[in-house]
């Protein structure tokens, strides 16, 4: 895998009528990050940049449009169409590919769809998937494990959270994800906020995917096709998705998968706890060149 050295450039795709950007950073190994070029540059650390070539791509959930769009060009297929057309602007052969949260189920499906151009998968904060029965599995480890601090914090938070949505439905999503912050942070006080600022949600796109395809989506399915090394990164304060242990039994069925479990981090380890988070990333991708 080659590398390349690049501190901060920007590049731009049209497509179905999105403007998806892409903000690259940094120096070294190619590292595509499928999520926001707003959002999760404020993320990563500075140190981090040092060693990886990063880019940070726009999906159609994030992305400025001003169209109106029929169903197909919602789907998560033309999402990972988009992946393979930024790829190919970029002119990498292959690269580490890195997704959060439901991210990560977006660079899942496009290793498995495209395993010759994903030389490493990294796959933080995403429980197996999003299906129905994680969630009794999710609530008892909340209850059980999470502070009587953090459960009132919780259910003060989602008060009023109606009439919020109801006030701006058009960024419903936002305001559900800063509801859950005693749920997301290991700090339960965490206020999240500069990260979604000047942020687009398209939620015709946020409504299918995250309501719909991530919770019926097949992980193993298909995971065959694709034998490189994967890692995997929960945080042990992560009470929004099923937590670390449900991945468990689908361990068995990658070729090569690692799973981490960071003690000090809820959904977000790279930024709750960047020195630790990147010394495992980088130590991994060391012993798995």
């Known amino acids: 895998m080659h590398t390349d050295s690049v501190f901060y450039n920007t590049l731009e795709l049209v497509r179905d009528g999105y403007h998806l950007r892409c903000l690259l950073e940094g120096q070294g190994t190619p590292t595509f990050v499928i999520g926001s070029h707003i959002y999760y540059p404020r993320t990563f650390s500075s140190h981090l940049r040092e060693h990886l070539h990063l880019a940070f791509v726009d999906h159609r959930g994030y992305a400025e449009t001003h169209d109106q769009h029929p169903p197909e060009h919602l789907e998560l297929s033309r999402v990972l169409e988009d992946m393979e057309a930024f790829r190919q602007a970029l002119g990498w052969k292959d690269m580490v590919l890195v997704g959060h949260s439901g991210h990560a189920y977006m660079a899942l499906e496009y290793a498995k769809k495209h395993p010759e151009r994903v030389s490493h998968l990294v796959l933080i904060a995403a429980g197996p998937s999003q299906s129905p029965e994680?969630?009794?599995?999710?609530?008892?480890?909340?209850?059980?494990?999470?502070?009587?601090?953090r459960k009132m914090l919780q259910q003060k938070a989602f008060e009023g959270i109606e009439e919020a949505i109801a006030a701006h439905p058009e960024r419903r999503f936002v305001t559900y994800c800063l509801a859950m912050g005693p749920r997301s942070w290991m700090d339960p006080h965490y206020d999240a906020a500069w990260l979604w600022q000047d942020l687009p949600v398209n939620m015709d796109v946020m409504d299918l995917l995250w309501g719909a395809t991530f919770r019926d989506i097949q992980t193993t399915r298909g995971l065959d096709r694709f034998q490189k090394p994967t890692l995997i990164v929960m945080g042990k304060e992560d009470y929004l998705v099923a937590p670390y242990f449900t991945w468990e039994p689908v361990l068995p069925e990658f070729a090569d998968v690692t799973l981490k479990v960071m003690d000090h981090s809820g959904h977000t380890p790279q930024l709750e706890e960047p020195e630790h988070f990147d010394a495992v990333l980088l130590a991994w991708l060391n012993t798995r060149k």
């Open 134 to 149: 994680f969630e009794p599995i999710k609530e008892r480890y909340f209850q059980e494990h999470a502070s009587e601090e």
